[in-house]
């Protein structure tokens, strides 16, 4: 992944050479790019502020650095970009433009990971009151950029500098290889809407004044797993309940999609790697169905790995349905890498025991309601054989797009989305 920085405290970004990101920066993960927005102010001051019109406290950032600053870094897409650091295919690719502010949209897990699959960020760090409000249209409609202000939260910063150092490690430590161990993307706070439960280590007993002991709970050192989960889950609700009630309101525990009427009696929550054995599993009972009546069991959801299933949730918003604790269902969608215009839906699948009651059309609805607000057009792909699930996409609004599907012996079908509103701050 590309990313590059705009700020006149370029030194600010000097804690991206630390950690987990300088070494992927070293290993060719990350290709990280700092610019001084001075070095586009040409006058004897270097002056990249003037006073406000309309009157008013403190300065505004000039429009003209920042033009020539962004039109820089937008038409660098060609050069000394080491090999695969730029996916997008380079010569005529964009950046995605993040303007960190606090009047943007929240930055989220959820908006992390649509970031992550991006092949090129920009990020430009305000200062002062603000940025004068024609560079947001420059971008977007000379450098044909897509802008998004985004706020780490309800604070006040003095520059976007911070903002983007947060929002960089969020998003880097997303990319395949920058965390080693895939383990530790699993079971994290607010990837399905609950805090995490409190974690102990070594020693089970520790003295930490002469005489007083602090214990770890008794149940983690019980060897009984069901007690274990059940009291973690336990501890989860009462956190988020305490901490952070918002969570617990059912349209926070899946950003962006409303449960449809079919899935109110369900629990819909965003899929973490730790669903990954149970959605490999139910993948393979729901798609033996699709080999049979295709003619071929030699499809993606039969024959790939557990590994192949955690990848495939970094790389897609994936959701999952439960009954009592038990998966049902799930569906994923994502940004299409090829054309960020269309937003794919995949791995639409219910148990086949609860087939028949409108959950999979509901399922539909939710990854359909997820898609960001800027793509036009809803994609999915299903077996020539599949009767049924032809059935449920055209009844949804799909048409099958002629030809040959993605996959041999399917077809694609695609339908044309509502736009709903920009999300430029
Ligand atoms: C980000 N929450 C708060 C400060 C001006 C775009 O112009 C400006 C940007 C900033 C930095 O961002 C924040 C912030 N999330 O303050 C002033």
């Not at 960020?121 to 024609?134: K, P």
């Not at 044909?144 to 939260?153: A, I, K």
């Not at 501890?235 to 309101?249: G, K, V």
């Amino acid at each position: 992944m590309r990313l590059d920085v705009v700020s006149i405290f370029p030194e600010y970004l000097a804690p991206l050479d630390l950690s987990l990101i300088g070494k992927a920066r070293r290993d060719g993960l990350l290709d990280l790019r700092v610019h001084d927005l001075r070095d586009f102010a040409h006058d004897r001051h270097r002056s990249v502020d003037d006073t406000p019109y309309g009157g008013g406290a403190g300065m505004v950032m000039k429009p003209q650095p920042w033009a020539e600053a962004l039109a820089h870094v937008a038409g660098s897409g060609g050069e000394g970009a080491p090999e695969g650091a730029l996916e997008g295919g380079a010569e005529g690719a964009r950046p995605r433009l993040i303007v960190p502010g606090p009047g943007g949209v929240p930055f989220t897990q959820a908006l992390a990971r649509e970031l992550a699959v991006e092949p090129w960020l920009a990020f430009a760090c305000g200062r002062y009151e603000g940025i004068d409000e024609r560079v947001y249209e420059y971008a977007a409609q000379d450098l044909g950029l897509e802008v998004s202000v985004v706020s780490l939260g309800d604070y006040v910063l003095n520059g976007g500098e911070v903002a983007v150092l947060a929002m960089v490690e969020a998003v880097a430590r997303l990319l395949p290889g920058v965390i080693g161990n895939a383990e530790s993307l699993v079971e994290e706070s607010h990837e399905d809407g609950l805090l995490e439960y409190p974690v102990y280590t070594k020693p089970s007993s520790w003295e930490s004044a002469p005489g007083v002991t602090r214990d770890v709970p008794s149940v983690l050192m019980s060897g009984d797993h069901a007690r274990i989960a059940a009291w973690r889950h336990q501890q989860r609700l009462e956190r988020t309940a305490t901490r952070r009630p918002d969570l617990l309101h059912a349209s926070q525990a899946a950003p962006g999609a409303p449960v449809e009427g079919a899935l109110a009696a369900f629990d819909v929550a965003v899929a973490s790697p730790a669903d990954a054995p149970e959605l490999l599993t139910l993948g393979r009972a729901c798609w033996v169905t699709e080999g049979r009546a295709n003619g071929s069991f030699d499809i993606p959801p039969l024959v790939e790995s557990l590994q192949d299933v955690v990848d495939g949730l970094s790389q897609w918003q994936t959701w999952t349905v439960r009954s009592a604790g038990r998966l049902v269902g799930s569906v994923r969608g994502r940004r299409d890498p090829q054309d960020p215009s269309t937003w794919q839906v995949g791995r639409l699948m219910v148990a086949p025991d609860l087939q028949g009651r409108g959950l999979g059309r509901a399922l539909l609805a939710h990854v359909e309601a997820a898609a960001p607000s800027d793509t036009t057009t809803c994609w999915i792909n299903t077996g020539r054989g599949s009767e049924r699930n032809l059935r449920t996409y055209r009844k949804a609004g799909y048409r099958a797009v002629p030809g040959e599907g993605a996959y041999p012996g399917t077809v694609d079908l695609t339908k044309k989305r509502r736009r709903a509103s920009v999300d430029q701050g």
